[in-house]
Structure formats: C-alpha cells, structure tokens
C-alpha cells in the first residue's frame, strides 16, 4: 500500500512538473502605435525591444487606426496585460485614454520630436503597476497608490498620467490622493470623470498622478 502511494505521489509530481509551465506561459499582448496606425496583436511570447513583429509570432493583429479620428469614440482598451510599442505619444495617449488596464508598460521606440502634445494627459482605471521605457536599458516602475498605502488590489482607483511621460524623462513621479465621487462619476478634479460601470456602490477612490 505504501509502495503505491509512493508511485501515485511520483507520477502526480511528473504530471504536475510537465503541466505547470504550460498552465504558467501566458500570451503577449503588445500595441504598436505609429504616427498613422494602430495595431492590437497578441503574441505567443514576449518579443525583444521593439522588435518587428511577423505572422509566425504573432497573430489576430487588429487595426485600429480609427482612434486617430478625433471624431470617433472607440471603446475603451479592456486588458490585464498589456506592452504598447509607440514612436506617437499623441496617439498613444488617444488609445488609452479612458482605458481598463491592470498592468502596463510603454515603450518609446524612437526619441519623440520636440512638437507640442495636443492633450495634456490621459486616464487609465485600475492600474496597478506602470512600466515605462524610453531607451533600452532605461525603465521605471511603478505600484500605483503605493505612496499612501493603497492596496495592491484595490479596484477603486484610476492612473492620471500627464503626455509628458511618453516623451522621454530621466525620472518619473507620482503621487496619491484619497477624494470622492459623486452619482455621476465626478470627483473633485473637474477634468476628470470616471465610469461607473461594475462600480455602483463606489464612493471614494485613489487617484494617482504620474508625470
């Protein structure tokens, strides 16, 4: 009885030791944002610093180009994870804006031109943590709400991340308050507004500024 115990623990322990990584490789989703185009792929792995992405790594690329119309309103990017590979800080900050994304990390592929960013900052809700890279080798991490002690899964919050992040600094700040919200998704900052959706009973958040 023993003996076969032993064999049933060694055989679970192969299984789960063949399992596992499987279980534990996850799909990555990488934003590649251009001047005149945008496009949402998901990847079997993580590719190197802005590298050319091909078919064989890559599939179900989507483009979305149309959130360079100023005109339309596309949905908001809903991720857990995702890397956006930019040479536009402009419109990087018109595909995040208003965004659902627990993790993300921006690269700078290119040095940006010195040309003025029409729009001062952008929003995601939830974040979590924030990775940003201007050059290889030259990154910034960030724990949203860590300066006040927010819970790492705190689902009330929102990031207010100023376009100047996107355009190459040697440092990067942040700071946290605690306010309101009202009915209507208003807080005390008037040129922010957040979404209620799944957030009904929501009253207070943590909004965090990046700059």
Request: proline residues 5%; contains cysteine; hydrophobic residues 40%.
């Amino acid at each position: 009885m023993i003996l076969c115990s032993q064999m049933a623990f060694a055989v679970f322990h192969c299984i789960l030791w063949f399992t596992v990584p499987v279980f534990l490789r996850s799909e990555f989703k990488v934003a590649y944002v251009t001047e005149r185009s945008v496009y949402m792929c998901t990847c079997a792995q993580e590719l190197a610093f802005c590298e050319k992405m091909n078919s064989s790594e890559c599939s179900n690329c989507k483009d979305q180009t149309s959130v360079l119309l100023r005109g339309e309103s596309p949905s908001p990017v809903q991720k857990k994870r995702l890397t956006v590979w930019y040479t536009s800080p402009l419109n990087v900050a018109l595909l995040l804006n208003n965004s659902e994304i627990r993790h993300l990390s921006l690269v700078q592929c290119r040095p940006a031109t010195d040309q003025p960013i029409a729009i001062d900052f952008f929003t995601v809700q939830r974040l979590e943590t924030l990775t940003v890279t201007w050059k290889p080798g030259q990154s910034h991490d960030v724990i949203i709400g860590k300066d006040r002690g927010a819970p790492y899964h705190e689902e009330a919050r929102i990031a207010v991340i100023h376009t100047s992040v996107l355009t190459g600094k040697t440092e990067l700040k942040s700071y946290t308050v605690q306010t309101k919200v009202d009915p209507s998704g208003t807080m005390s900052f008037p040129d922010i507004f957040l979404s209620r959706t799944g957030l009904s009973e929501l009253s207070r958040i943590f909004v965090t500024f990046l700059y």
